[in-house]
């Protein structure tokens, strides 16, 4: 009964390159929420999505960032044109609901370095 | 605004010991809270939860205590274990807070030591 799946663990990009991460919710959850996480920091919300749907991207920065839940495969979380300050870890959680008080799952993240 | 703090960054126990980890919040809205445990390396675990119907709640080893009059929420961890070694966070969401779906909003965490 795997959990959520994310990939790659750890990504490293040069300034301006794309980067890509992938997750795939746990079996039967239709809800991912994709969070930032800076070093000894919180976790920041970045968006919501379900199936073919974006919910609530409030958290995404306005530009060079994406992210798509098709029907099809896992929910991609896309940063454009990277830049250092986009090194951290990026984790996605899913859930079986999208009600608020629907538990989390997480998975074990992406860090990503900008160098 | 939402705002979640933690009052000690970094907390110490001897094995065996009981630990307690606190949190506050400022958001009255908030009724939902979520203690997360994060090891090195790892993603959160979902620990406990409690709504804001309950001022206490029971799980193995831990219990969730909620005060909403003082808008605080803690954690406390019975027998203390080697094992128990990671941050923890504390995150908070709601109907009135997030607007839907689950959007949480994390503390910043408190590193729990264990001792032996």
């Known amino acids: 009964n795997a959990g959520v799946m994310q990939n790659p663990r750890h990504l490293v990009r040069r300034r301006g390159q794309e980067a890509r991460l992938r997750c795939s919710p746990m079996?039967?959850?239709?809800?991912v929420y994709w969070y930032r996480q800076l070093p000894e920091e919180g976790l920041k919300f970045m968006v919501y999505?379900?199936?073919?749907?974006?919910?609530?991207e409030s958290g995404m920065p306005k530009e060079r960032f994406s992210a798509e839940f098709p029907k099809e495969g896992p929910s991609i979380l896309r940063i454009q044109q990277v830049v250092r300050g986009d090194s951290a870890a990026y984790f996605c959680?899913?859930?079986?609901?999208?009600?608020?008080?629907?538990?989390?799952?997480f998975g074990n993240g992406t860090r990503l370095t900008v160098t | 605004g939402e705002s979640v703090g933690l009052h000690l960054p970094t907390l110490s126990v001897q094995e065996g010991d009981n630990s307690i980890i606190n949190c506050a919040y400022s958001?009255?809205?908030?009724?939902?809270f979520i203690w997360y445990k994060q090891e090195s390396g790892k993603g959160p675990q979902f620990i406990i939860d409690?709504?804001?119907?309950?001022d206490k709640r029971q799980g193995q080893r831990v219990t969730v205590l909620l005060n909403k009059t003082v808008k605080h929420l803690s954690l406390q961890i019975a027998a203390t274990q080697p094992g128990d070694s990671a941050v923890y966070f504390c995150?908070?969401?709601?109907?009135?807070?997030?607007?839907?779906?689950?959007?949480?909003?994390f503390g910043t965490g408190t590193q729990l030591k264990v001792e032996l």
């Open positions: 079996k039967g959850h239709s809800h």
């Open positions: 995150a908070l969401g709601g109907r009135g807070v997030t607007g839907g779906g689950n959007k949480l909003t």
């Open positions: 959680a899913s859930s079986a609901a999208g009600q608020y008080n629907s538990p989390l799952h």
């Open positions: 999505l379900q199936k073919e749907n974006i919910i609530d």
């Open positions: 409690i709504r804001s119907n309950m």
């Open positions: 958001n009255s809205a908030s009724d939902y």
